[in-house]
């Protein structure tokens, strides 16, 4: 089984309005309220391809309750920590005119220690080995920024392999502990060793950095510019399909669901990194965040991997 975490879930509120002005009255010509939330996101696109996946994380509220009932309509297991307050709800706006996504997100309620203990409880009582553990996504208030590290270390003893998306602190403290795989996208990267990239191989090099305290992949989201993956076997840059953008919203976590796919159903490199460009790419071809398996098929096999050296 494939479990995901997410710890400041959200409704997105994804609104499409031709040629946005802020300050101005703008009408909506299409609308849509999903569950969300960049774990969410996985789980969603795991069963899009076929999977199973289990979603674990903090809800509070009514927008709590939308995104759990919304979960099982889907048929996807989940096991979530109810808290005081309301679920955060995120507005998306997508304007196809001016190829822009403009992005409202709330805060969020306050998580409690009590509530980070309950969940790690129903996190590590219901683990086994076979597992994989999807740890993604930003913290709420009141949650320390070595929550990850803390529990990759704790999967690592239990012999359960973990897949880190995160950004800033939590990816620092994360990498620390060495997850099985780790997807910055190139912007977190860079973020993570204050440097600007110009080149494949710069990017190459700074990932190369993440395998130094034991993980074994990681792979850089680079955009339309493709992506870039880094094992200490062998080095594979696969390169961006030219489509028309919708919104780039649960890209980054479609190609986190493929990767853990990959992952657990022993797929060849090869494949597995044209799954996860494909579903990175599907996913902006839509304004919501789960890509169709239709679009998902179609691309594929224009997926181009080449692999620097095995």
Request: hydrophobic share 45%; charged share 20%.
């Given at each position: 089984m494939i479990i995901t975490v997410t710890l400041n879930p959200a409704v997105d509120k994804v609104m499409v309005i031709n040629d946005f002005k802020s300050g101005s009255v703008n009408r909506a010509s299409e609308m849509m309220v999903e569950a969300g939330g960049k774990g969410i996101n996985v789980s969603k696109t795991i069963v899009s391809i076929g999977g199973s996946s289990k979603a674990l994380g903090i809800l509070a509220g009514q927008s709590g309750g939308f995104i759990e009932k919304s979960l099982r309509h889907m048929n996807i297991e989940s096991g979530f920590v109810y808290v005081d307050g309301e679920t955060r709800t995120n507005v998306k706006i997508s304007d196809p005119?001016?190829?822009?996504?403009?992005?409202?997100?709330?805060?969020?309620?306050?998580?409690?220690?009590?509530?980070?203990?309950?969940l790690s409880k129903l996190l590590f009582d219901g683990l086994s080995k076979d597992d994989l553990l999807i740890l993604t996504g930003s913290t709420p208030q009141g949650v320390n920024k070595d929550i990850y590290n803390?529990?990759?270390t704790t999967a690592k003893?239990?012999?359960?392999?973990?897949?880190?998306?995160?950004?800033?602190?939590?990816l620092a403290n994360g990498a620390e502990a060495g997850?099985?795989?780790m997807k910055p996208n190139i912007h977190e990267l860079e973020r993570l060793y204050g440097v600007q990239t110009s080149s494949v191989d710069e990017v190459i090099e700074l990932a190369k950095r993440l395998l130094t305290k034991g993980t074994e992949m990681v792979a850089v989201s680079c955009g339309e510019e493709g992506a870039v993956f880094v094992t200490s076997s062998w080095v594979a840059v696969a390169e961006g399909i030219?489509?028309?953008?919708?919104?780039?919203?649960?890209?980054?976590?479609?190609?986190?669901?493929?990767?853990?796919?990959?992952?657990?159903?022993?797929l060849e490199p090869e494949a597995m990194i044209k799954l996860a460009v494909a579903c990175g790419t599907a996913t902006v071809m839509s304004y919501g965040n789960q890509p169709s398996k239709e679009d998902i098929d179609s691309l594929i096999e224009k997926v181009n991997v080449i692999f620097l050296y095995r």
């Open positions: 005119i001016n190829n822009m996504v403009t992005d409202i997100n709330e805060p969020g309620p306050i998580v409690s220690q009590d509530a980070i203990d309950k803390s529990w990759i003893a239990f012999g359960i392999r973990c897949i880190l998306d995160a950004d800033g602190e939590l997850p099985y795989l030219k489509i028309n953008v919708k919104s780039t919203v649960g890209a980054g976590d479609a190609m986190v669901a493929a990767l853990s796919y990959g992952i657990h159903e022993k």
